[in-house]
């Protein structure tokens, strides 16, 4: 038997559903149920005369014949998938572009660029989901995502896009009641706002040393942090672009500037396929190229981008 005897959507089928992992996922991911799922990956095992799929497992797992197809299949669907874009988009990227950011980055850094892109791209429909959860790109049919620190995902294809900077920050009410500090020791007489990771207090990194500070508050929000330190709560830690309006304002002050103490470094993620998206290759160029240029002027955040020239 040939494929051509089975429905392209089976094979479609079978290969989302090793991608994601289960019959459900890849349904999310083709539009369609579960079952039309199970039944269109039944159909082609049928046609072929093997069995393609392991069931009873939390996860599908494939038979050697299954993975023997997968291996071919997957390099098909991704060369449809592929040329769909390129008709859809011959007059330039447009669609649907569905995009994920962790809250304090999406909302303090990608937002106020987005306009300039959204600008220059005006057939492409930008859908934004922030949220500071695990997101499976895969499973939950998103195109491109923003992602700080390491990950061990090798479904995705990973450009950094730098270093992030924090900042080390208080109001000018909290600095005149108790003192501004000169010495990263001095922090020890403080009041230091910390961000909370499973529930204890992530030590500061200063000078290339983890620091333990102490502190009455603590939480695993930036947005909690930087509200107590407006409030004249202490001295906060916290990503320079959440903290960048309060300190042109002068609502907050840098201390301890000779410190720099780095944060973990930004990536723009994407589902690895042979043929990239024209409507997801001009976001990551863009997200690199603003992210390149404000890194140049001494790290992100320090504006919204300029306006960037359309490609074809």
Same mark, same amino acid.
């Given at each position: ?74 390099? #098909? ?26 809250? @304090? ?18 057939? #492409? ?9 695990? #997101? ?101 830690? #916290? ?7 309060? $300190?042109?304002?002068?609502? $907050? ?11 973990? @470094? ?18 990551? @160029? ?27």
């Amino acid at each position: 038997m040939t494929l051509i005897q089975e429905p392209l959507a089976g094979l479609g089928a079978f290969v989302r559903t090793l991608e994601t992992g289960s019959f459900s996922a890849a349904a999310r991911a083709l539009g369609v149920s579960p079952s039309a799922v199970s039944k269109s990956v039944a159909r082609l095992e049928g046609r072929l005369g093997a069995l393609l799929l392991q069931r009873g497992t939390r996860r599908l797992q494939p038979t050697p014949e299954g993975l023997s197809l997968f291996e071919r299949g997957q390099r #098909i669907v991704s060369e449809l998938d592929a040329a769909q874009d390129e008709l859809r988009e011959s007059k330039g990227p447009r669609g649907p572009l569905h995009v994920t950011a962790p809250m @304090d980055l999406g909302r303090h850094w990608l937002v106020p660029r987005l306009p300039a892109f959204l600008a220059a791209y005006p057939l #492409i429909q930008c859908a934004l989901g922030l949220t500071d959860r695990f #997101i499976d790109l895969l499973e939950e049919r998103v195109d491109v995502g923003l992602r700080m620190g390491e990950s061990s995902d090798t479904r995705l294809v990973r450009r950094r896009l730098g270093e992030s900077r924090a900042v080390i920050c208080a109001s000018p009410t909290y600095l005149r009641r108790h003192g501004t500090p000169r010495k990263v020791t001095d922090l020890q007489r403080h009041a230091c706002l910390a961000y909370l990771r499973d529930g204890q207090r992530v030590p500061w990194r200063l000078d290339g040393q983890p620091v333990d500070v102490p502190g009455p508050f603590a939480s695993d929000n930036n947005e909690a942090l930087l509200a107590l330190a407006l409030a004249g709560g202490g001295i906060a830690r #916290i990503p320079e672009f959440v903290a960048t309006q309060a $300190l042109a304002s002068g609502r $907050l002050r840098a201390v301890l500037g000779e410190v720099h103490p780095p944060g973990p @470094d930004v990536f723009v993620v994407y589902p690895e396929r042979r043929h990239l998206s024209p409507r997801v290759r001009v976001f990551v @160029d863009f997200v690199a190229e603003a992210f390149a240029r404000e890194q140049a002027r001494g790290g992100p955040a320090k504006g919204p981008g300029t306006r960037p020239r359309p490609r074809k």
